[in-house]
């Protein structure tokens, strides 16, 4: 429960659930006496209003279509005098300057219930219909795509529901949804202090398929494109399918991380690269790269005159300590010769929902991605786009709850590994929900997914997909419940131990 003070007033938000409908509650009350006088039921099936509900209880209802906070919050800014007068207490007018940061602090709290991130046991998590828990057989404990085993948001489920609720799953606004970019360029701009052009961001139906079409667009068969590796396996495949030509990589373990090895990247690019396909923040690794190691990427695409595909979709998932910089942020002509991919989906755990967005750092780069057809390109469809601007606009508390969590799981995940598996190499991310575990000096027999998967029956991503220095490592996804990891590493630890 949220209470906020603003004299002669009390606000109070809960979150109700009566019978079969649910949904915040705001009450207005007199400090002095505590007498309800505005009562806001901001339910999803029936939402209504009350005057004076503590004496002749006037209900008013509100349309099911509309969005019920923001029209509550909105009729208070507009008139909170005359709905008291109305509830039968007079008052003198509130200053407007300090009404807006209380609506605006009522409106995160009643969007965002109370979070249980352990909610989820393994039975319930099976009855999923998704990959994670549907690939391998009943018995296996599934750590390996990038999904998280929390509750969705209470913004996102929201939304959801009332789309089916009024069954609005028509197509959504076309060609080109008018005010994601505005809100992907806004986002950018609050939390990485940079804003693209609203005008050069294009929705996509997510990130890997923008990685598809710049290839296809940006370069021509034969043509090098230089990664760092180990990476993440779409981008191989990308690469594979198009008929462009992998140049990589391969970072190096240093005493404290992983890290980029510049003389020898600078060897590799040869005078047939045209792209630099970044993952940033890098998955497998985690990193978080710095500003000096971005710096002297952005000078060797300068001096080598390459393209930048930049996939920045674990940007929101970096841990204290670490920022995330978008690469196209680094200057003016930097910036010009960059596609940066971006999408909620992997922060907010919506990948089903399929929504990203491409900012372009020129007009030439957008005109050339635009190439393809729209319809090639395909649609999007409108529960992700509802999904992802209920993430971007209202979902931030339930982010940063998460990251906590994540980042406790991640410390958990090292002092087990670091305790139990003597030999394991392994860095605690930077960023990303991801373990990078590299078993070589163990010589597990049929390497360590094989390993794993028959003798501790747990699935994780096999580190050999990763491309060039994944042979011998796996993937571990820890955005889990902790019972459920501390039950996965368990079993990992003593399928070692037994041999």
Same mark, same amino acid.
């Given at each position: 429960?949220?209470?906020?003070?603003?004299?002669?007033?009390?606000f109070l938000?809960?979150?109700?659930?009566t019978?079969?409908?649910?949904?915040?509650?705001?009450?207005?009350?007199e400090?002095?006496?505590?007498?309800?006088r505005?009562? #806001?039921?901001c339910?999803?099936?029936?939402?209504?209003?009350?005057?004076?509900?503590a004496g002749?209880? /006037?209900?008013?209802?509100?349309?099911?279509?509309?969005?019920?906070i923001?029209?509550?919050?909105?009729?208070l800014e507009?008139?909170l005098?005359?709905?008291?007068?109305?509830?039968?207490l007079e008052?003198?007018? #509130?200053?407007?300057?300090?009404?807006?940061?209380?609506l605006?602090?009522?409106?995160?709290?009643?969007?965002?219930p109370?979070?249980?991130?352990?909610?989820?046991?393994?039975?319930?998590?099976?009855?999923?219909?998704?990959?994670?828990?549907?690939t391998?057989?009943?018995?296996?404990?599934?750590?390996w795509?990038?999904? +998280?085993?929390?509750?969705?948001?209470?913004?996102i489920?929201?939304?959801?529901?009332t789309?089916t609720?009024?069954q609005d799953v028509g197509?959504?606004?076309n060609?080109?949804p008018r005010?994601l970019p505005t809100?992907?360029?806004e986002? +950018?701009?609050?939390? #990485?202090?940079?804003?693209?052009?609203?005008?050069?961001?294009?929705?996509?139906?997510?990130?890997?398929q923008?990685i598809?079409i710049?290839l296809?667009?940006l370069s021509?068969p034969?043509?090098?494109?230089?990664?760092?590796?180990?990476i993440y396996?779409p981008f191989?495949?990308a690469?594979?399918?198009?008929?462009r030509?992998?140049?990589h990589s391969s970072?190096v373990?240093?005493?404290?991380?992983?890290?980029?090895?510049?003389?020898?990247?600078?060897?590799?690019?040869d005078a047939?690269?045209?792209i630099l396909?970044?993952?940033?923040?890098?998955?497998?690794?985690?990193?978080a790269?710095?500003?000096?190691?971005?710096?002297r990427?952005a000078e060797?695409a300068?001096?080598r005159d390459l393209?930048?595909i930049?996939?920045e979709i674990?940007?929101?998932l970096?841990?204290?300590?670490r920022?995330?910089?978008? #690469?196209?942020?680094l200057?003016?002509?930097v /910036?010009?010769?960059?596609?940066?991919?971006?999408?909620?989906?992997?922060?907010?755990?919506?990948?089903?929902?399929?929504?990203a967005?491409?900012?372009f750092?020129?007009?030439?780069l957008?005109?050339?991605f635009?190439s393809i057809?729209?319809h090639?390109?395909?649609g999007?469809?409108s529960?992700?786009?509802s999904a992802t601007?209920?993430?971007?606009?209202?979902?931030?508390p339930?982010?940063d709850h998460?990251?906590?969590?994540?980042r406790?799981n991640?410390?958990?995940l090292?002092?087990?590994v670091a305790r139990?598996?003597?030999?394991?190499?392994h860095?605690p991310p930077?960023a990303?929900?991801?373990?990078?575990?590299?078993f070589?000096?163990?010589?597990?027999?049929?390497?360590?997914?094989?390993f794993?998967?028959?003798?501790?029956?747990?699935?994780?991503?096999?580190g050999?997909?990763f491309g060039?220095?994944?042979?011998g490592a796996?993937?571990?996804?820890f955005a889990?419940p902790r019972p459920i990891?501390?039950e996965?590493?368990?079993?990992m630890e003593?399928?070692?131990?037994?041999?």
């Amino acid at each position: 429960m949220l209470s906020l003070e603003f004299p002669p007033l009390r606000f109070l938000v809960e979150h109700r659930e009566t019978g079969s409908d649910l949904g915040p509650t705001l009450r207005v009350l007199e400090s002095e006496s505590g007498r309800e006088r505005l009562r #806001f039921d901001c339910f999803e099936n029936r939402p209504h209003y009350h005057f004076d509900p503590a004496g002749r209880n /006037e209900v008013n209802h509100i349309e099911r279509s509309l969005d019920p906070i923001a029209w509550t919050l909105s009729l208070l800014e507009r008139d909170l005098v005359g709905c008291l007068s109305r509830a039968g207490l007079e008052s003198a007018p #509130f200053p407007p300057d300090a009404l807006g940061p209380l609506l605006a602090k009522l409106d995160t709290a009643m969007r965002n219930p109370p979070l249980d991130l352990e909610v989820f046991d393994v039975d319930s998590l099976r009855a999923r219909r998704g990959e994670k828990w549907r690939t391998y057989p009943a018995d296996v404990l599934p750590a390996w795509v990038a999904d +998280m085993d929390f509750p969705l948001a209470g913004p996102i489920q929201r939304v959801l529901r009332t789309a089916t609720e009024i069954q609005d799953v028509g197509y959504p606004v076309n060609p080109r949804p008018r005010d994601l970019p505005t809100l992907f360029s806004e986002r +950018m701009r609050d939390r #990485f202090a940079w804003e693209p052009d609203p005008a050069r961001c294009e929705v996509l139906t997510d990130v890997v398929q923008g990685i598809y079409i710049a290839l296809l667009t940006l370069s021509d068969p034969g043509d090098g494109v230089c990664t760092l590796t180990p990476i993440y396996p779409p981008f191989l495949s990308a690469l594979e399918e198009t008929g462009r030509r992998l140049v990589h990589s391969s970072l190096v373990q240093g005493s404290r991380g992983f890290e980029i090895d510049f003389d020898e990247l600078g060897e590799q690019i040869d005078a047939g690269t045209r792209i630099l396909l970044l993952s940033h923040p890098h998955n497998p690794s985690g990193r978080a790269f710095s500003r000096e190691e971005l710096g002297r990427l952005a000078e060797l695409a300068l001096q080598r005159d390459l393209l930048v595909i930049s996939d920045e979709i674990h940007a929101d998932l970096v841990y204290p300590g670490r920022a995330h910089l978008p #690469f196209a942020s680094l200057g003016p002509e930097v /910036e010009a010769r960059t596609i940066t991919l971006n999408s909620a989906t992997k922060a907010f755990n919506i990948a089903g929902l399929r929504c990203a967005v491409g900012a372009f750092g020129s007009r030439d780069l957008h005109d050339r991605f635009l190439s393809i057809p729209r319809h090639v390109r395909g649609g999007i469809g409108s529960l992700g786009l509802s999904a992802t601007v209920a993430a971007w606009k209202h979902s931030q508390p339930w982010l940063d709850h998460t990251l906590v969590y994540l980042r406790e799981n991640r410390d958990f995940l090292a002092e087990r590994v670091a305790r139990h598996l003597p030999g394991v190499v392994h860095f605690p991310p930077e960023a990303t929900y991801l373990a990078w575990l590299d078993f070589r000096a163990l010589d597990l027999p049929r390497g360590p997914y094989a390993f794993f998967l028959e003798n501790a029956r747990v699935a994780l991503s096999d580190g050999a997909r990763f491309g060039p220095g994944g042979e011998g490592a796996v993937r571990v996804n820890f955005a889990t419940p902790r019972p459920i990891l501390t039950e996965l590493l368990e079993r990992m630890e003593k399928a070692v131990a037994a041999g």
